[in-house]
């Protein structure tokens, strides 16, 4: 099951159905937008659509194997409780996503600007992200056919984050969570007295 996070009219949902993907969600907040585009994917049994917040879904812990935000998380952090959003929103994908799933983050901002929201691999801060980030520069399209872009300036790039969930790390943090116990500390039995 794959989430396109904020997927405003974007043909993403049927581009991804016509390339194969069979079990997509389409969500977004507006029920306007989400019943436009159930009438426009009529005919695509492979999309389903949710209508609600990405910081706070109903939706199964673990139940999804890759969220895409092409621009959800760069409208969030512009908004008027930008980090504390964007902290809830990174706690649900966090959540929502299964132990080998994939968060793929599309964004105008460098990695100065979007890595300290990304990652936390320090186990006893309360945001630990069990993921590992791997980026990607994009060059922007060109806005006419004459022009020039430097793709040494970031201003002229996209910037994809992966970020993909580990396992080991998320092993880690159900122990520190006390949603499964540590194999390691298991008591050793007792010694008969003679």
Same mark, same amino acid.
């Given at each position: 099951?794959?989430?396109?996070?904020? %997927?405003?009219?974007?043909?993403?949902?049927?581009?991804?159905?016509?390339?194969?993907?069979?079990?997509? &969600?389409?969500?977004?907040?507006?029920?306007?937008?989400?019943?436009?585009?159930?009438?426009? @994917?009529?005919?695509?049994?492979?999309?389903?659509?949710?209508?609600? #917040?990405? @910081?706070? #879904?109903?939706?199964?812990?673990? +139940?999804?194997?890759?969220? *895409? $935000?092409?621009? !959800? !998380? $760069? +409208?969030?952090? @512009?908004?008027?409780?930008?980090?504390?959003? &964007? #902290?809830?929103?990174?706690?649900?994908?966090?959540?929502?996503?299964?132990?080998?799933?994939?968060?793929? !983050?599309? +964004?105008?901002?460098?990695? /100065?600007?979007?890595?300290?929201? !990304?990652?936390?691999?320090?186990?006893?801060?309360?945001?630990? #992200?069990?993921?590992? &980030?791997?980026?990607?520069?994009?060059?922007?399209?060109?806005?006419?056919?004459? /022009?020039?872009?430097? &793709?040494?300036?970031? $201003?002229?790039?996209?910037?994809?984050?992966? %970020? +993909?969930?580990?396992?080991?790390?998320?092993?880690?943090?159900?122990?520190? /969570?006390?949603? *499964?116990?540590?194999?390691?500390?298991?008591?050793?039995?007792?010694?008969?007295?003679?």
């Amino acid at each position: 099951k794959i989430v396109i996070a904020g %997927c405003g009219n974007s043909h993403m949902p049927e581009d991804m159905a016509d390339d194969g993907y069979t079990n997509i &969600v389409a969500a977004d907040i507006s029920r306007v937008v989400l019943k436009q585009l159930e009438t426009r @994917c009529v005919d695509y049994p492979e999309i389903s659509f949710f209508q609600g #917040t990405m @910081c706070d #879904t109903n939706l199964p812990e673990e +139940s999804i194997h890759g969220i *895409i $935000d092409k621009g !959800l !998380l $760069d +409208s969030i952090i @512009c908004g008027q409780n930008g980090i504390v959003d &964007v #902290t809830a929103y990174m706690i649900e994908v966090e959540r929502l996503l299964e132990e080998d799933g994939v968060f793929i !983050l599309v +964004s105008h901002a460098n990695p /100065e600007d979007r890595l300290h929201l !990304l990652e936390q691999y320090d186990i006893d801060e309360p945001y630990y #992200t069990p993921w590992e &980030v791997e980026i990607q520069a994009l060059a922007k399209p060109l806005e006419f056919e004459e /022009e020039e872009l430097d &793709v040494e300036d970031p $201003d002229n790039l996209f910037f994809i984050y992966i %970020c +993909s969930k580990k396992k080991e790390m998320v092993i880690k943090k159900k122990i520190k /969570e006390n949603k *499964i116990k540590d194999e390691k500390k298991k008591k050793k039995p007792k010694k008969m007295q003679a």
